[in-house]
């Protein structure tokens, strides 16, 4: 039902948003800057955790945001923002990518040529800052000896200009295509079941069952930072959801295809044979699971086997849900590790966080933290929440410990169908780009309102690692705001560089401290609050010794 009279010229934008912070705002500025006046934007956020939405609807109010609460898919997403758009009465969506900027007139080149019968699609570049202009798409093919989908790439202009003219191809791929109102109502929204790749195949399929062409259009242009909206070209989760649903979809379209599901089968262990690489070889036991989660009917997210940017490598019992929705991973040792890997082409900072839990009977108890094999920080059972980040060199991996440094010999199992020794609730790991600095244990998550953003401190010794990457001497500036702890008016916290070189005493307020940094050289600013914490503030279990917001680190 149209809730808007129906404007066959009005083209509404579907973005769909995880995680974006470093894409979002990009994206939609070349939106604005190379578009018409009427275009309708429409964010659809699937449960992120960042400051992109935040940011986006300060520079851009005008922007329709709609909030999942959770990560429901990149299918869902589009399907509500699909809805949304069409019911608010346009002709046309675009969907979009958000790691895509848009060159001058790629949508009205578009919707020259999309109908009731015709999907659009554009060239897209592989990123903006390669000055070769690297083909990403330029048309595309089903395969239905593989059941996959390729994507052909031609050079920029042939001989006689036909490469750039509109042609028919058979795939359109999910980072940028415009559909009609007529063709939505044909073939409907996405399948949710994939959850994450293949739905774009899948939707190829439907549109030739309903008999709509899929149409290239070169003159449209578009480029795209591969793989900056789910984190990373290649990842576990990427090749889990590919090898698992490459396997639905030849179930779902067998009768089109050349071989059965077995044949497809087949193929794929082929493929993941010829790997070579230790890089590669790691992908083994995730392309295991994909295909076992195919046979036993797992659809739609994963919620055991696969983590967003973390793999459990021992000591942990399978994921579990509490009645709240909570994620539990639960530990029969005392010990259990993850490991974290940096598939992206550049240094990331790598936040670990979640809530740490011991079971009824089990001593309270300090839950150590290490990183490869080597001592990190140590987490209060007591405190429950906990948070802390690591530096990760591109195609960087390592190790983290969780390590109960007391064996409980005195807990009764005999009630328990398994041993249970410490749990970590709601563990999440998080990618921030590099910014000259790596915040400490003892924080808890980041918060942020009204374009501030801020980290209460839950240990007496804090610190800030400040780094210069660069094999010069160069000048550095740090700034901070010290915020008092709740119910307090003021905080007194002794700052150090190093162990040695005191910096002074600071109460709450504004600081700046300028410091010159040898070639390739690390500084640790050492935070020593001097007061008690508050503890009980309004309910919360939390323990609050003074905030710390706005970090900046500057160095030139």
Known sequence: MIKKELNWNRVAVVLVNYNGEEVLTDCVKSLVDN???????????NGSEDA?????????????????????????GCNIGMQTAFENGAGYVLLLNTDTEIEEGMISEL???????????????????????????????????????????????????????????????????????????????FDEEYFLYYEDVDYCMRLKEQEIEILYVPKAALWHK?????????????????????????????????????????????????????????????????????????????KNFMH??????????????????GKWLWSGENEAEIELHNFGTDKKIYEIKGKMHLPEGVKRDIVNVYCGQEYDCSIDVMLNNFCFQRVLEAGEKVRIK??????????????????????????????KTFKGYVLGSGTYETER???????????????????????????????FTLLPAPTREDVCVVLTEGESCPLGKCRAGQYQFQMRFAPCEEKLIQFYAEEEPVEGFNGDPRRFFYGISNIHFEIG
Not at 252 to 279: A, N, S
Not at 308 to 325: A, C, K, P, Q, S
Not at 404 to 431: A, M
Request: glycine residues 10%.
């Open 449 to 479: 309102e009204n374009g501030n953003s801020w980290n209460w401190i839950s240990n007496k010794n804090f610190h800030i690692r400040l780094i210069n990457e660069q094999e010069k001497e160069r000048e550095g500036v740090l700034r």
């Open 52 to 76: 992109a939405m935040e940011d986006v609807e300060s520079r851009y109010p005008y922007v329709h945001t709609i909030y999942m609460g959770e990560n429901a898919g990149w299918g869902a």
């Open 111 to 189: 919707l020259k040529y999309c109908n009731d019968n015709t999907l659009t699609i554009p060239r897209i570049y592989r990123d903006k800052n390669d000055k070769d202009r690297s083909l990403w798409y330029s048309g595309g093919k089903i395969d239905y000896e593989a059941a996959d989908a390729r994507q052909t790439l031609y050079t920029y202009d042939a001989a006689d200009g036909s490469r750039n003219e509109p042609r028919k191809v058979e795939f359109a791929t999910g980072c940028c295509m415009m559909i009609s109102r007529g063709s939505w109502e044909k073939v409907g929204g």
């Open 35 to 45: 578009s018409e006046d009427d275009l309708e934007i429409i964010i659809v956020d």
């Open 308 to 325: 967003e940017n973390y793999t459990v490598i021992n000591g942990f019992y399978e994921m579990e849900l509490d009645e709240g929705g």
């Open 402 to 431: 969780f390590r109960l440094e007391k064996e409980q010999e005195d807990v009764d199992e005999s009630s328990r169908s398994r041993r249970l020794v410490f749990g970590i609730g709601d563990l999440k790991v998080e990618t």
């Open 226 to 302: 591969v793989g900056g909206s789910a984190g990373g070209e290649i990842s576990y989760i990427s090749q889990y959801y590919t090898v698992r649903n490459r396997l639905f979809f030849a179930d779902k379209y067998k009768k089109y295809l050349k071989t059965d599901v077995m044949g497809i089968l087949k193929r794929i262990i082929e493929e993941r044979t010829y790997f070579t690489t230790p890089f590669d070889k790691k992908y083994e036991w995730v392309v295991l699971a994909g295909v076992k989660d195919y046979m036993k009917g797992v659809r739609g997210q994963e």
